[in-house]
């Protein structure tokens, strides 16, 4: 059995912890020498957004050797009693009895200042040690084990989709392309790739969603959810774009539009109460440091009734709001963030889940409406940055399918078994997409959604 005899940082600032002898490992964040022979240094080790003062006295034995080395960003392992601190704003510190100097960090390049979020990103290894990107780390975090624990406790089954795919589950078209095919020879007489002479004999791409998949799964599992990567080849450098992400897909059978909408209410809820409960010191940083509407717009979402709206209703508030739009609107366009922050920040003041869109500007196995013209999609729109989920009842009827696939241009061909799907026991089935990082950059309020990944690959950028 494994012996771990190293107390997190996090529990060291309990004042439950006062007069226990612990074992604290970590990294220098400042060091302060006192007069009368003291040292004192805050150590973090990534557990909690608040560092532990380590008093060093001058009776250490290497006090005027491996302590007075020590600078920002050496790593170190302190053995010592956890007293209460005399010191405001802290309720305890350690006094030490050992200090071993595990690693220096001369010149270390993150000195004690603030930097901007472009230069971090050029030191993407280092910039975890921040404060703000240790923020950021342990919210994703609570984020992830939310959805994981909403759906695991709701009998879901989770289940891992191909990330390599023949398929294009939105008839984008953006998709990277994988092949095993040697691209410094020439190509065929044609100009193109002789893909007969691939690994998989065909052309293959990078998944943009586990969606079509995780259908063929929900249709003999009842209920499944898919965490994983998803990649799209789109030339953007906003910064609400990556080129790989990671999404969260439920699919959900014996379940119509309506269910899946107070689905996505109570999951979006559960997921932001498990934050602000959980990481109350994170929170209250990016409140004050960040976006001081971070902890309001949060409660507020929790508490609130999502308002329930069709496509149709909207672009007739919209028109008639008499705002002067940057984007016109029009019926049958697709709302831009303007629209969707006009209708959750200023006409209901509330999250609000819009469906019925036009079929026109959907995609192909989102259920066709009995007018013909719409769809049961749903998106779900939130205060600051518009839609945050993404979701639709599926087509189940096999000929309206097979129509559809077409009018957008698709062969039906490759995508036989999942009309096969509507062949062997059909049944009224729906799902949502959720993409991690635009909930965590929500919840934080980072700007920069290069911000809240750990190694964001962007175009001309996949360093680290």
């Not at 290894?125 to 921040?130: D, E, G, I, N, S």
């Not at 984007?327 to 819009?354: C, M, N």
């Not at 019925?356 to 729109?381: C, E």
Request: hydrophobic share 40%.
């Amino acid at each position: 059995m494994l012996r771990e005899d190293r107390v997190p940082v996090r529990d060291v600032l309990d004042r439950a912890a006062i007069g226990l002898g612990v074992c604290i490992e970590g990294w220098i964040r400042t060091k302060r020498t006192a007069k009368a022979g003291l040292t004192f240094l805050e150590v973090n080790d990534g557990s909690s957004l608040r560092n532990v003062q380590v008093v060093a006295t001058e009776d250490l034995p290497n006090f005027n050797t491996g302590v007075a080395a020590i600078t920002t960003g050496t790593s170190v392992r302190v053995l010592g009693t956890v007293v209460e601190s005399p010191a405001s704003g802290q309720p305890t510190e350690v006094r030490a009895s050992e200090i071993q100097v595990v690693g220096l960090a001369p010149d270390y390049p993150l000195a004690k200042k603030r930097h901007s979020f472009e230069y971090l990103r050029t030191i993407a290894h280092l910039r975890p040690r921040t404060n703000t990107f240790g923020a950021v780390a342990r919210v994703r975090n609570e984020v992830c084990r939310g959805i994981h624990a909403y759906f695991q406790s709701r009998g879901y089954l989770y289940a891992q989709t191909p990330i390599i795919t023949g398929s294009d589950a939105e008839g984008a078209g953006q998709m990277f392309s994988v092949t095993s095919l040697d691209l410094e020879k020439p190509l065929a007489t044609d100009g193109h790739l002789d893909f007969s002479e691939d690994l998989f004999g065909r052309p293959t791409r990078l998944t943009v969603s586990g969606q079509l998949e995780a259908e063929i799964l929900a249709l003999a599992f009842s209920r499944v959810y898919t965490f994983g990567p998803t990649f799209r080849a789109e030339n953007s450098n906003t910064s609400r774009h990556l080129s790989e992400f990671w999404m969260i897909e439920p699919e959900i059978a014996f379940c119509d539009i309506n269910l899946l909408q107070d689905i996505a209410e109570d999951f979006l809820k559960t997921v932001f109460s498990d934050v602000l409960l959980n990481c109350p010191d994170d929170m209250q940083f990016f409140n004050d440091r960040v976006d001081d509407t971070v902890l309001p717009t949060l409660q507020h979402i929790v508490s609130s009734t999502f308002v329930r709206l069709s496509y149709t209703e909207a672009i007739r508030i919209l028109e008639g709001s008499g705002t002067q739009f940057e984007y016109p609107v029009k019926w049958g366009s697709d709302l831009q963030a303007e629209h969707e922050r006009f209708l959750t920040e200023e006409e209901f003041k509330a999250p609000v889940i819009l469906t019925d869109y036009p079929a026109s500007i959907k995609a192909f196995y989102m259920r066709l409406n009995d007018d013909g013209k719409t769809v049961a999609a749903m998106d779900v729109l939130v205060p600051r940055i518009g839609e945050i989920i993404g979701g639709s009842q599926r087509e189940d009827r096999l000929d309206v399918l097979e129509r559809r696939i077409r009018e957008q241009g698709l062969a039906p061909e490759p995508y036989w078994w999942y009309l096969d799907l509507r062949r062997y026991g059909s049944v009224p089935h729906a799902g949502f997409g959720l993409g991690l990082e635009r909930v965590v950059q929500f919840v934080t309020g980072m700007q920069n959604i290069r911000d809240v990944i750990p190694f964001p690959r962007t175009p001309h950028s996949v360093e680290f």
